[in-house]
Every structure is written in C-alpha cells, then in structure tokens.
C-alpha cells in the first residue's frame, strides 16, 4: 500500500461478517500481500490471502456466491484457471474479472467477495462469456440468484451497434433468469461495464431503457453503469445481476431518492437503491452516487473535495431513510475519474465515517457524466430479531 497515515492503517485484508435468518454471511476486500511481486504474484498472493480469509470464519471457495478481480489491464495468463487450481475449485466460480485499475499505487488487482454458509445454497452450476456463473440461497423462503459475466452474444460482435448489444445481454440474462424460475421484475441490483462509456452510455441507456419499459417493471433495480470491460472478452459492454424471488416475510423495495431526484426523471431506468426486508435483517443495495442534486444537476463541478462531501452527503440521505448509516455498510466500491485522487477519498472517507475496516474497493474508472469525478455504490446490513416485521 501506499505510504501515508490513511493508506497505511488500511491492511490487506478486510471483512465484515453478518449472522442471522439462518446464514453466516461474510463480505471480504483483498489487497497483494506486497506491491513489490510482479503482476502474477500479486494475484498469487490475493488467491492465497483469500483461502485464508475465507477459513478464518469456517468458508470455503465453494461458499462464494459472488466476487470480482479488479485488474489493472488484461492478464496475460489464464487467471480462471490459476484460481480454480489455486482453490482447488471443482467448477467455474460466480466471480466477474473486470479491468479497472486498482487506485492504490503499483497494485496491479485486488479481490472483493461475498460469502454465505447456508444449508441450502446451491452449487455454481456452469459458467463462461456466453453462460453466466451462477449461485444460489435461499433464505426465508426466498430465492436468492447471483448470475456473473453476461455479455451478449458473440455472433453480433461483428454486425450490431451498441444499442442492439446492450439488448441482447440484458435478454440474455432474462433467458438465464426465465431458466432458474425468476424474471426481471426480480431483478435487486446490476451492475453494468462499458466500454468508452462517456460516449456510449446514451446507447446503453437507451437499450436499457426500452428493455425495462417492454417488460412493464413496476419496481426499477438499484444499478451501477461505469467504465470497465470484463476481462479476456471483446464484448463492448457486460453486466452482473443479484435477484431474490421474493415472497411470504421477504420483501423488495425501491428506496425513496432522498437528497437526489429519482433518475428516471431525467431518463435512466434505475432506482436509487434498494431494500430487501426479511425476517431478522434488512439489507441495502445502494446504486453507484455521485455528486448530485434533486434536480439531476452535478455540484461541484471540477472540486473533488466538494463532490466528495455531496456524494457522501447524497449517501448519508439513502442510509438514513432506512434507519442506517455508514457504520452499517458491509461492502463498497469506489470508483475515481482520476488515480491522483486517491488519498482525497482516503481522507474523505475517514472523515465522514466510513470505518476504515469496511470492505471498500476503489478503482480508476470514467463515470457516465464527463463531470463527475468519482462515484460510490455500498451495500448495507442490519441485523436483529426485531427487524424485517413491518415496512
């Protein structure tokens, strides 16, 4: 890690751990062991700290029900193939490898998990570019489906435009949703990877628009759309999902905007974030937030100090109108236009309360707006007996 008093209290390996309704529910953020090693004994030592990591709270590699590598550029090695042997792994894992440049300096990939002992989770049935990885709990009743790495199809690389793309990989995670039993409107939260995205989010947004209008969502999704692309694939844009069947006590809710407006009013289909109630917990999925006002306006043009503070104001709002607040927030990805601002967040982070042991991966990547200069997405948990009893 970089030196520095901020950087340097952050260690290589941080986890929150959850108990309740039936699960043990771990959420890890792997830094290299040493920035020193070279690009493959960076991601050596990721596969070894994570084993060890998951062990210290009785998990396994077959636990993980989500995860993603955040690389610096393409591998030139199988890194699937290194992870699986490293692990010791029977099948592909539900885990994304996208290349978006760590922003600690000379760090080439960090690892983010998400791990849930559970009696009756499933396998990972199969996975690659055309079939995404997937894993599934159920929890109260309800069914819980990671699907990772979708991309549309590889016949219409040559021929479509962005727009028709970005259709054919959101139909294509219907397909694969329709396969396991659920449908769209189950959809909780994505997350979207584009190539130059401040030129082709209008277009991914247009085909993401006209695909939620033609399966009539009564309730949008909390989302992330940033620059990425997933690694060892030429696919133009790539997405990740999480859905839960809701049904009996587990509820989905869309969250009210808070401090911003809702996006759809000025044309993006997702919602601010999402809560999922169920008995014992409830569980936030908050979309990636940047500087924004109530009127979709960007604040702070140009001053990353003062879009940090909106962004964390904007974050504060969506916690609080469910009762919680950055102390709550189990995992996080940050996301800089620029690596020099790396130590700023560093600061701004501390300073508006975000414990310097919460799970947070923080990468080099271009936001949607040219404006913006970061954005921030979080994941939230309370957990309790008294919780998940009313709206």
């Excluded at 493959?40 to 636990?63: E, I, W």
Aim: proline fraction near 5%; include cysteine.
């Amino acid at each position: 890690m970089p030196s520095g008093s901020v950087a340097d209290a952050i260690p290589t390996v941080r986890a929150r751990r959850v108990q309740g309704a039936g699960t043990v529910e771990v959420f890890l953020q792997i830094a290299p062991g040493s920035t020193r090693d070279d690009e493959r004994g960076q991601f050596a030592s990721l596969v070894v700290q994570a084993q060890q990591a998951l062990a210290a709270h009785g998990l396994g590699p077959g636990n993980i029900v989500c995860g993603w590598i955040h690389f610096a550029k393409t591998p030139g090695w199988d890194w699937g193939e290194e992870l699986s042997s490293g692990w010791e792994a029977a099948g592909p894992l539900p885990i994304s490898a996208i290349v978006q440049p760590p922003a600690a300096p000379f760090c080439f990939c960090t690892m983010q998990l998400h791990a849930i002992r559970s009696a009756r989770q499933s396998g990972v049935w199969y996975g690659n570019s055309q079939k995404p990885a997937a894993a599934t709990i159920l929890r109260a009743g309800a069914r819980h489906l990671r699907l990772m790495s979708i991309t549309p199809r590889l016949d219409l690389r040559e021929s479509a435009d962005i727009v028709d793309m970005t259709y054919d990989m959101l139909a294509q995670a219907g397909h694969a949703l329709t396969d396991r039993g659920l449908a769209f409107k189950d959809v909780v939260r994505t997350w979207i990877y584009v190539r130059d995205i401040e030129h082709n989010y209008r277009f991914v947004n247009q085909a993401r628009n006209r695909f939620f209008a033609e399966q009539a969502m009564a309730r949008l999704p909390a989302s992330t759309c940033v620059e990425g692309a997933l690694a060892g694939t030429a696919a133009p844009v790539a997405m990740d999902l999480y859905a839960v069947a809701a049904k009996g006590d587990v509820r989905v809710q869309a969250l009210a905007p808070e401090p911003m407006g809702e996006a759809s009013t000025y044309g993006s289909a997702f919602a601010r974030g999402c809560r999922i109630v169920e008995p014992g917990r409830n569980t936030l999925y908050i979309s990636g937030t940047a500087s924004i006002d109530a009127q979709g306006a960007v604040v702070a043009v140009d001053d990353i100090q003062g879009q940090l503070d909106r962004t964390f104001e904007n974050l504060r709002g969506l916690l609080s109108g469910s009762g919680m607040d950055l102390g709550d927030v189990v995992s996080a990805t940050a996301y800089l236009k620029r690596q020099d601002d790396f130590r700023e967040f560093l600061k701004a982070a501390a300073a508006h309360g975000l414990p310097i042991e919460t799970p947070t991966a923080v990468v080099v990547a271009d936001i949607c707006r040219p404006e913006w200069l970061w954005e921030m997405e979080v994941c939230a948990v309370q957990a309790g007996p008294d919780l998940g009893k009313s709206d």
